[in-house]
């Protein structure tokens, strides 16, 4: 039977969404021109990412500090197979030559050189020469392909790759070059196709795709002010995770109300009563989605690893402007336009709605019979992906981050293919000026060092430059680094501190696990808490937790078994583990958020099994499509060529689709029908109805205590 009642107040009137949608145009001409500024503020640098404690960071900052220490660090490696022509090399001191009067050595630095010179390998294939280039003439992604471009002229045979520690930031910053635009567009298209395919309707769609661009563009004018006025700090990785949080969770919002806006227009004629019931409805559940992934994400701030603990604002941020605008702006929209916005499925006042068991509906009475086999079924599915984790689950080396490797990265193989010696990534070692020679012999005498070479003397330190005899980034390599910090440390006097490259690699994975040991903890800790007090249970929230992690191990190993045997990936980047699981467990939890509020809704009036039933029946569908716009939003990051963002939106994406697929639709209906109303202890719904004196007990009632027995 249809319901007309109008709430009192002046949330009817008719002014309101007039107001709410001037009050958002304004704002947005004062936050979209910020937006565009975000990315100038972003940084990439190690000395910006990882702690100021880490003894790393203390090298950069001291090296930025001291003349010519922000040089960038070249390296050319010519090689020939059957051996280097007399031609070959006076083509390569004819380069060296001309790179070094085009950029010479920084004379205030104190090297009192005549700048690089060529060196001819053992096997005589091959020639190298380093370049060390000030930062007064750009970046390395600036820099690096001028110089390959100069060294083009050269014999019909001879190869030559530039590679070096700048060479490689130069590859890896031209990966991220225009990233944000990148992933605003893909993202823009593919929820565009999968709102049309949900809706069919040639209006709707665009309704809430407009909303969710206005909040990540509100979004990313919000972390713009934030990086100023706080300093946080925002590489390109936690840029792109701000649009893909915005535009996922902001259309999953929209799906979830729309769905509830729909259900009240059958009951009321006004369309603005029609939403404030709609907001009653789906507003808390919203709310106390956001309320969990914003919880999960200021976790973060626990964190020692500077870009970890920036994600943590930067995402609460993109969430909260997610949550308002869909709030406010969008329902306010929707008012507007009214109900032709459906069209051709328009929802009309008084219609009978036929309640027809559906397809959820058909499979919450499956699962009713079958309560044992599904939630079995379920363990059983995920307990055979969480085997996965048994296959490589080791770091990922910065050579490996690129899915096709760019000449830095196969000059490293090249240059340790000839020169052994030099093959790894220099480690720097700063020490006061008297102990240099004892710090020297020190290091010569560590195992693992190839060569070390005493550098310059200036601001009260001296360096050493340091080659190991393994591949950088590797155990070998980072066992080799440890023993050279612990030999100079136990110089006493010399204040030394060892870093460089790889050392930062070693900084930033120590300190990731560290932070992994912290933040996943309180993250299960705080989202619990959360569940808690939306469902003012405790064995809910438990049992809703509890599937979370497992459905996050089976994720997980689902995804360790594609990347190393289907798609060759050589490790685990250190900071997949920590950023998945927040996300698996703060969205993932979501799902389940959205089906428990509805069933504790149901539970009221129908009993725990109907209650559960019902809720699955009247959400599976909108529940199902946020989860495939969440996980598609994710997997936009598979189609960047850095291995890192594709395990990231991989893994995000699979372990969405199975929280939303198999948790959410199966185990978590097939648990609660087994534990029964005891699935809300301690509140009141966790005890048997009491027969009212004026009639019988409920239906479902009795159906549910005849089912327990």
């Given at each position: 039977?249809?319901?007309?009642?109008?709430?009192?107040?002046?949330?009817?009137?008719?002014?309101?969404?007039?107001?709410?949608?001037?009050?958002?145009?304004?704002?947005?001409?004062?936050?979209?021109?910020?937006?565009?500024?975000?990315?100038?503020?972003?940084?990439?640098?190690?000395?910006?990412?990882?702690?100021?404690?880490?003894?790393?960071?203390?090298?950069?900052?001291?090296?930025?500090?001291?003349?010519?220490?922000?040089?960038?660090?070249?390296?050319?490696?010519?090689?020939?197979?059957?051996?280097?022509?007399?031609?070959?090399?006076?083509?390569?001191?004819?380069?060296?030559?001309?790179?070094?009067?085009?950029?010479?050595?920084?004379?205030?630095?104190?090297?009192?050189?005549?700048?690089?010179?060529?060196?001819?390998?053992?096997?005589?294939?091959?020639?190298?020469?380093?370049?060390?280039?000030?930062?007064?003439?750009?970046?390395?992604?600036?820099?690096?392909?001028?110089?390959?471009?100069?060294?083009?002229?050269?014999?019909?045979?001879?190869?030559?790759?530039?590679?070096?520690?700048?060479?490689?930031?130069?590859?890896?910053?031209?990966?991220?070059?225009?990233?944000?635009?990148?992933?605003?567009?893909?993202?823009?298209?593919?929820?565009?196709?999968?709102?049309?395919?949900?809706?069919?309707?040639?209006?709707?769609?665009?309704?809430?795709?407009?909303?969710?661009?206005?909040?990540?563009?509100?979004?990313?004018?919000?972390?713009?002010?934030?990086?100023?006025?706080?300093?946080?700090?925002?590489?390109?990785?936690?840029?792109?995770?701000?649009?893909?949080?915005?535009?996922?969770?902001?259309?999953?919002?929209?799906?979830?109300?729309?769905?509830?806006?729909?259900?009240?227009?059958?009951?009321?004629?006004?369309?603005?009563?029609?939403?404030?019931?709609?907001?009653?409805?789906?507003?808390?559940?919203?709310?106390?989605?956001?309320?969990?992934?914003?919880?999960?994400?200021?976790?973060?701030?626990?964190?020692?690893?500077?870009?970890?603990?920036?994600?943590?604002?930067?995402?609460?941020?993109?969430?909260?402007?997610?949550?308002?605008?869909?709030?406010?702006?969008?329902?306010?929209?929707?008012?507007?336009?009214?109900?032709?916005?459906?069209?051709?499925?328009?929802?009309?006042?008084?219609?009978?709605?036929?309640?027809?068991?559906?397809?959820?509906?058909?499979?919450?009475?499956?699962?009713?019979?079958?309560?044992?086999?599904?939630?079995?079924?379920?363990?059983?599915?995920?307990?055979?992906?969480?085997?996965?984790?048994?296959?490589?689950?080791?770091?990922?080396?910065?050579?490996?981050?690129?899915?096709?490797?760019?000449?830095?990265?196969?000059?490293?193989?090249?240059?340790?293919?000839?020169?052994?010696?030099?093959?790894?990534?220099?480690?720097?070692?700063?020490?006061?000026?008297?102990?240099?020679?004892?710090?020297?012999?020190?290091?010569?005498?560590?195992?693992?060092?190839?060569?070390?070479?005493?550098?310059?003397?200036?601001?009260?330190?001296?360096?050493?430059?340091?080659?190991?005899?393994?591949?950088?980034?590797?155990?070998?390599?980072?066992?080799?680094?440890?023993?050279?910090?612990?030999?100079?440390?136990?110089?006493?006097?010399?204040?030394?501190?060892?870093?460089?490259?790889?050392?930062?690699?070693?900084?930033?994975?120590?300190?990731?696990?560290?932070?992994?040991?912290?933040?996943?903890?309180?993250?299960?800790?705080?989202?619990?808490?959360?569940?808690?007090?939306?469902?003012?249970?405790?064995?809910?929230?438990?049992?809703?937790?509890?599937?979370?992690?497992?459905?996050?191990?089976?994720?997980?190993?689902?995804?360790?078994?594609?990347?190393?045997?289907?798609?060759?990936?050589?490790?685990?980047?250190?900071?997949?583990?920590?950023?998945?699981?927040?996300?698996?467990?703060?969205?993932?939890?979501?799902?389940?958020?959205?089906?428990?509020?509805?069933?504790?809704?149901?539970?009221?009036?129908?009993?725990?099994?109907?209650?559960?039933?019902?809720?699955?029946?009247?959400?599976?569908?909108?529940?199902?499509?946020?989860?495939?716009v969440l996980a598609a939003t994710f997997a936009v990051l598979t189609t960047l060529p850095l291995v890192m963002l594709i395990e990231v939106g991989f893994l995000v994406a699979f372990g969405v689709l199975l929280d939303a697929l198999l948790v959410r639709s199966v185990?978590?209906?097939?648990?609660?029908?087994?534990?029964?109303?005891?699935?809300?202890?301690?509140?009141?719904?966790?005890?048997?109805?009491?027969?009212?004196?004026?009639?019988?007990?409920?239906?479902?009632?009795?159906?549910?205590?005849?089912?327990?027995?």
């Amino acid at each position: 039977m249809a319901v007309n009642t109008a709430p009192p107040g002046r949330l009817a009137g008719r002014w309101v969404p007039w107001l709410v949608i001037g009050l958002w145009m304004a704002l947005a001409a004062v936050m979209v021109p910020l937006s565009g500024k975000l990315s100038s503020v972003t940084t990439d640098r190690a000395v910006d990412t990882l702690p100021a404690s880490a003894e790393s960071t203390k090298v950069a900052v001291l090296e930025d500090s001291l003349p010519g220490g922000e040089d960038n660090t070249f390296v050319f490696v010519y090689h020939r197979a059957g051996g280097m022509t007399d031609a070959d090399r006076a083509t390569v001191e004819r380069h060296h030559d001309t790179l070094a009067k085009r950029y010479p050595p920084n004379t205030a630095a104190g090297e009192g050189d005549d700048g690089p010179t060529t060196r001819l390998s053992t096997d005589g294939e091959a020639m190298m020469f380093t370049l060390d280039v000030s930062t007064t003439y750009g970046g390395p992604e600036a820099i690096v392909g001028p110089l390959r471009d100069a060294a083009k002229d050269r014999p019909a045979g001879l190869e030559l790759d530039v590679t070096g520690p700048a060479a490689v930031d130069g590859d890896m910053d031209a990966v991220f070059d225009g990233i944000d635009l990148q992933v605003f567009l893909t993202t823009v298209i593919v929820v565009t196709v999968l709102l049309i395919l949900t809706y069919r309707s040639p209006v709707l769609w665009f309704i809430p795709l407009v909303v969710v661009g206005v909040a990540a563009l509100t979004a990313m004018a919000t972390v713009y002010l934030l990086v100023k006025g706080f300093g946080i700090v925002v590489n390109d990785q936690n840029s792109a995770l701000l649009t893909i949080l915005v535009f996922g969770v902001g259309t999953d919002y929209a799906l979830l109300l729309i769905a509830r806006y729909r259900e009240t227009l059958h009951h009321h004629e006004n369309v603005r009563v029609a939403m404030v019931h709609a907001l009653r409805g789906a507003a808390p559940a919203i709310v106390a989605s956001a309320a969990t992934v914003v919880a999960g994400l200021l976790c973060l701030l626990v964190a020692d690893l500077n870009s970890t603990s920036g994600l943590g604002p930067i995402g609460a941020a993109g969430i909260l402007c997610a949550l308002v605008a869909m709030l406010t702006l969008f329902p306010a929209v929707l008012v507007v336009l009214g109900r032709r916005i459906f069209w051709p499925a328009i929802p009309r006042f008084s219609t009978a709605v036929a309640e027809k068991p559906g397809l959820w509906g058909r499979l919450g009475a499956t699962i009713s019979r079958r309560r044992w086999v599904a939630t079995l079924g379920s363990f059983g599915i995920l307990g055979v992906l969480a085997l996965g984790l048994a296959g490589n689950t080791g770091a990922l080396r910065e050579q490996d981050q690129f899915l096709s490797a760019p000449e830095s990265v196969t000059g490293f193989t090249v240059l340790r293919q000839h020169f052994p010696e030099l093959g790894g990534q220099p480690m720097t070692v700063f020490t006061r000026p008297a102990y240099q020679e004892r710090v020297l012999a020190v290091v010569k005498d560590t195992p693992g060092v190839a060569v070390a070479v005493p550098g310059q003397t200036s601001g009260g330190w001296a360096d050493i430059s340091v080659f190991p005899t393994d591949a950088p980034d590797t155990a070998a390599e980072y066992d080799t680094i440890k023993r050279v910090r612990t030999a100079v440390h136990a110089v006493s006097g010399a204040q030394a501190i060892v870093g460089g490259p790889s050392a930062e690699n070693l900084d930033t994975e120590v300190t990731t696990s560290r932070d992994e040991k912290l933040v996943i903890p309180l993250v299960l800790a705080v989202v619990l808490i959360v569940l808690g007090l939306l469902l003012r249970a405790i064995v809910a929230p438990l049992v809703l937790m509890a599937t979370v992690i497992v459905s996050f191990a089976a994720a997980f190993g689902g995804s360790v078994f594609i990347f190393d045997t289907v798609l060759g990936f050589q490790g685990i980047d250190y900071s997949v583990p920590l950023l998945a699981f927040l996300f698996l467990v703060a969205l993932g939890v979501d799902y389940n958020i959205f089906l428990a509020s509805r069933a504790r809704e149901e539970t009221v009036r129908l009993g725990t099994r109907e209650g559960m039933l019902t809720a699955l029946s009247a959400t599976g569908g909108v529940i199902t499509s946020a989860g495939l716009v969440l996980a598609a939003t994710f997997a936009v990051l598979t189609t960047l060529p850095l291995v890192m963002l594709i395990e990231v939106g991989f893994l995000v994406a699979f372990g969405v689709l199975l929280d939303a697929l198999l948790v959410r639709s199966v185990l978590v209906p097939a648990l609660t029908l087994l534990i029964g109303r005891r699935i809300w202890w301690p509140s009141r719904l966790s005890r048997p109805a009491v027969v009212p004196p004026n009639g019988p007990r409920p239906l479902a009632d009795e159906e549910e205590l005849a089912l327990q027995r």
